[in-house]
């Protein structure tokens, strides 16, 4: 990973524990808030917090039509829980300004699993992860309604996906960030290194 950058867009939302993960398994990182910092980055991180918030901040910062470039051109990306919303194709109940980046063929419902449920913490066996399974924590979480042909579904909690694959894109419907487990962030930056850098 040592010529490898991997940006973690810090418009809002959790974005320091991704920072601290990713440089415990030796990345290097940068903090995105502007397209030159965008553009310096082989890959991306897109935290949870608040998509239709980060969707307005990343227009307000003049990032939004760059990223759109970049993940068109095969950036490799990671986007947990509102991350997941930015990245998918569809938003339902989403509000109608709200801009996703279709970078991964899926269909996405906002706040899915409902208000009695509004966060709540599962150990989910995922696909490609070995050894004990991943404690998720899920907060304001969406699901994942409609999967297109060419993504891999990893983990599902009631059968509802939540955690998907395609290509160089990885989502987590959760926030792995929030569990003293790297093997996400580990097995997307094995992602990166067979994506390659897509020349920031
Ligand atoms: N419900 C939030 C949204 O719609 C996502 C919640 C989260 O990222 N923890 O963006």
Redesign the pocket.
């Known amino acids: 990973m040592t010529d490898t950058t991997i940006g973690v867009l810090a418009l809002q939302?959790a974005v320091e524990p991704h920072l601290e993960i990713l440089r415990s398994l030796g990345a290097h990182t940068l903090e995105v808030r502007t397209p030159d910092q965008l553009a310096q980055v082989d890959a991306l991180v897109l935290p949870?917090?608040?998509?239709?918030t980060m969707s307005r901040l990343l227009a307000i910062n003049a990032l939004a039509d760059p990223l759109a470039e970049r993940l068109g051109a095969g950036m490799a990306v990671l986007g947990t829980?509102?991350g997941m919303?930015l990245l998918a194709t569809e938003v339902l109940d989403g509000r109608p300004d709200q801009r996703s980046f279709g970078a991964i063929d899926i269909g996405v419902r906002?706040?899915a699993f409902g208000r009695q449920v509004d966060s709540f913490e599962a150990d989910l066996d995922i696909d490609g992860i070995e050894g004990d399974p991943v404690h998720a924590v899920f907060?304001?979480?969406?699901f994942v309604e409609r999967v297109g042909p060419g993504v891999e579904v990893l983990a599902s909690v009631a059968g509802h996906p939540v955690c998907c694959r395609e290509g160089a894109v990885l989502v987590t419907a959760f926030?792995p960030e929030l569990a003293d487990d790297a093997r996400i962030h580990e097995s997307f930056l094995s992602m990166v290194d067979t994506a390659g850098p897509t020349g920031g």
């Not at 949870?48 to 239709?52: K, P």
């Not at 907060?139 to 969406?142: F, L, M, Q, T, Y």
């Open positions: 939302g949870g917090g608040e998509s239709t829980c509102a919303i906002r706040n907060i304001r979480a969406p926030h």
